[in-house]
């Protein structure tokens, strides 16, 4: 909640201003003891803290009784009350109004890929780093363990470690792992956050063993973004899911590997699965809804369906027309979306 001896000073202010308010008989009274409180010393608080901080006292000094007054100088003081070890969430409900960055609609129109930071746009089954921020955001807290078995360019590590999450990437293919841990060696994170990185096959990889090395319960999240069938080959290995014969061996391996992963994971912890449809033959091929299937056959939750809009895929880059002419002429249309499927397990 705080970052400095100073932030922690704001907090006791504003809990003895929220004690003197519901004792206060005057709305005047109320206000004008929350009106000279600087704004500049809300910078000592985390970003969350601090949004809801100034809009809790927004709404006091806005407030036309003295009944909403109180009311809103309790949530404030709800809110700056830390929560015990074992009630604490990823999402401390009492600071709900500071989550504003969090997304809690089913359509995320995310836009261009976000390029900050060491996320590059070298690798071709990519996603935007948007994605693993709102899922990590939404469900994980500092210090909690995320798991991305198809690591790829390591969107979901790099973000990881900028959130001050733990993380553990799995990556089948060896010159992809060579240059994603390169990037990931060069990429500072908030302190005491970690990213490992393994060359291995996630369906062979020890994840009881790693977690007795490295003293964990388990994983609070796993971020699942698999190749999206053979739209792109990205080897020639036949455990790879790029390499499935048809659909009901993509989502048979698929199914496989979450499976796998099951043991490994915190209870009540969360699983995304990110992927798309595919044509063939002059057919949709609805891959996004039969891995959904496949893996709720698990006993797993789905907490939710979320569409995203796709941007400018590496693909398409500079062929928007050509595209537009080819769904004229064969009467599909274009793909501009894919989906993200949230499940909860236990």
Not at 13 to 42: H, M, W, Y
Not at 183 to 210: I, T, W
Not at 325 to 343: D, T
Request: aromatic share 10%; charged share 25%; glycine share 8%.
């Amino acid at each position: 909640m705080v970052e400095s001896e100073q932030g922690q000073g704001i907090v006791e202010l504003l809990n003895q201003l929220c004690r003197e308010a519901l004792q206060e008989d005057s709305l005047t009274g109320i206000r004008e003891k929350f009106s000279k409180v600087e704004p500049c010393a809300f910078e000592h608080l985390d970003g969350i803290t601090r949004v809801a901080v100034e809009r809790e006292i927004g709404q006091i000094l806005s407030s036309r009784t003295i009944e909403r007054a109180r009311y809103y100088a309790r949530n404030l003081q709800n809110g700056l009350r830390t929560p015990p070890e074992e009630e604490r969430e990823a999402i401390n409900l009492n600071l709900w109004k500071g989550y504003d960055h969090i997304i809690t609609d089913s359509l995320w129109n995310l836009g261009a890929r976000a390029r900050d930071g060491h996320h590059k746009a070298w690798y071709w089954g990519n996603f935007v780093p948007q994605i693993p921020f709102q899922l990590m955001s939404r469900y994980t807290s500092q210090g909690d363990w995320v798991l991305d078995p198809f690591c790829g360019s390591g969107t979901t590590l790099l973000e990881a470690l900028k959130l001050g999450r733990n993380s553990l990437g799995v990556e089948l293919n060896s010159d992809v792992y060579q240059k994603t841990s390169g990037l990931v060696a060069k990429a500072s994170g908030k302190e005491g956050a970690r990213a490992v990185l393994e060359n291995h096959d996630s369906m062979d990889f020890d994840f009881a063993g790693f977690m007795e090395k490295e003293e964990i319960p388990g994983f609070k999240l796993a971020i699942i973004h698999p190749p999206y069938w053979d739209i792109i080959k990205f080897s020639e290995n036949p455990k790879d899911l790029s390499m499935a014969r048809d659909v009901d061996d993509f989502t048979g391996m698929l199914a496989s590997l979450a499976h796998r992963i099951l043991p490994s994971m915190k209870e009540g912890s969360h699983l995304a699965l990110v992927i798309g449809d595919v044509y063939r033959k002059g057919e949709v091929i609805p891959l996004g809804f039969r891995s959904m299937d496949a893996l709720a056959s698990l006993g797993l939750k789905l907490r939710g369906i979320i569409v995203k809009d796709i941007q400018n895929t590496r693909a398409k880059r500079n062929s928007e027309n050509l595209w537009r002419y080819r769904a004229l002429k064969s009467g599909f249309y274009v793909f501009k979306h894919e989906y993200v499927f949230v499940y909860r397990y236990q």
